[in-house]
């Protein structure tokens, strides 16, 4: 029986997760299928619902669902119960695991943004959803004494806070209202930043006005699809280092490929599938 993995969200079509889970299944000869569900908000529980059946290996879940998703499951890890979000479905039997391998990828992504550099300890993070809560997780985990959170709805991250009221109690976590002057004074004192909205995913837009962006800053955006968002052109125009969110793509998804069939992801297979991806996506972009 051909077994299947799905990604659930919407939207789904901009995703590389298929080139590359479907190249990793190939190259180790197992009969699995990596398909895309778009889902809305009201068709998520019957999706999720429909993996216990014995041809479901697992999902992946993404955009805007990862928060949504966590009480149809049947257990969390630690890190999927910490975090309050999931990326990564498997199966014990017919029972749901949550899982969330989106801490551990960012993990990656942010030592190789900080480089040789001492680990900073002083955080902007822009969004408030299921990718920002694994950000936070992580940042809070890392050691970092003060984050801030930014989102279009303040009341989003006043939840996020609080969710996080206990494992950030030695430290200063706030959310602050999206206000230009708030965001400059923030800046100032922040030395990473970190976009986990989905502004500059579907159009060429910014969460920060790039003349508030100082020189000096690690800023990452959790948006890889362009590859180069606005956010990340401005702030490297102002002399930031910069980088998207590939490589968190990469390892968040070689860390679920794990976790469904018990073997290691081949790597560096599935980087050269996401730059394939890549390219293929610019001059599609291009063409179009
Ligand atoms: P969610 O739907 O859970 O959250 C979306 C976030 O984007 C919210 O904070 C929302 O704010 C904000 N947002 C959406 N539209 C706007 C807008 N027009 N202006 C300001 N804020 C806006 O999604 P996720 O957290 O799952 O994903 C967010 C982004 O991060 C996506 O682009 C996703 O692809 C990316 N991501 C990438 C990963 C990687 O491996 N590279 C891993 C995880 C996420 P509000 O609450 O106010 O609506």
């Not at 003060?146 to 030695?170: D, G, I, P, Q, T």
């Not at 965001?183 to 502004?199: G, Q, R």
């Not at 020189?215 to 959790?222: E, F, I, K, T």
Request: proline letters at 5%.
């Amino acid at each position: 029986m051909t077994r299947r993995v799905v990604l659930i969200g919407s939207p789904v079509a901009h995703s590389f997760s298929q080139a590359m889970q479907q190249a990793a299944f190939d190259a180790l000869g197992l009969d699995v299928r990596y398909e895309l569900w778009d889902r809305k908000v009201i068709e998520l529980p019957e999706a999720i619902g429909s993996l216990r059946e014995e041809e479901f290996l697992g999902a992946n879940v993404t955009i805007p669902h990862k928060e949504r998703v966590v009480p149809m499951l049947d257990r969390l890890t630690e890190d999927a119960h910490a975090v309050g979000a999931v990326n990564t479905i498997t199966k014990e039997g017919t029972r749901l695991v949550g899982h969330n391998t989106d801490v551990p990828a960012f993990r990656v992504a942010l030592e190789r943004l900080v480089g040789k550099q001492k680990m900073p300890r002083a955080a902007a993070v822009f969004g408030a959803g299921g990718g920002a809560r694994a950000v936070v997780h992580a940042l809070i985990t890392e050691g970092f004494v003060r984050v801030v959170v930014f989102n279009r709805h303040l009341h989003r991250a006043e939840a996020l806070v609080r969710h996080f009221a206990r494992s950030a109690a030695h430290m200063e976590l706030k959310a602050m209202p999206w206000h230009e002057s708030v965001i400059e004074a923030e800046l100032a004192k922040a030395k990473v930043v970190i976009n986990a909205t989905s502004v500059g995913m579907m159009s060429d837009e910014s969460p920060i006005a790039g003349e508030l962006v100082p020189a000096g800053l690690l800023v990452l955006d959790l948006v890889y699809n362009p590859p180069v968002t606005r956010l990340l052109r401005e702030a490297e125009a102002a002399g930031c280092t910069v980088m998207n969110g590939e490589l968190m793509l990469l390892h968040q998804g070689a860390a679920a490929f794990q976790l469904w069939t018990g073997q290691p992801a081949p790597l560096a297979l599935m980087q050269e599938k996401l730059e394939e991806a890549r390219l293929a996506g610019v001059e599609g972009a291009a063409g179009g």
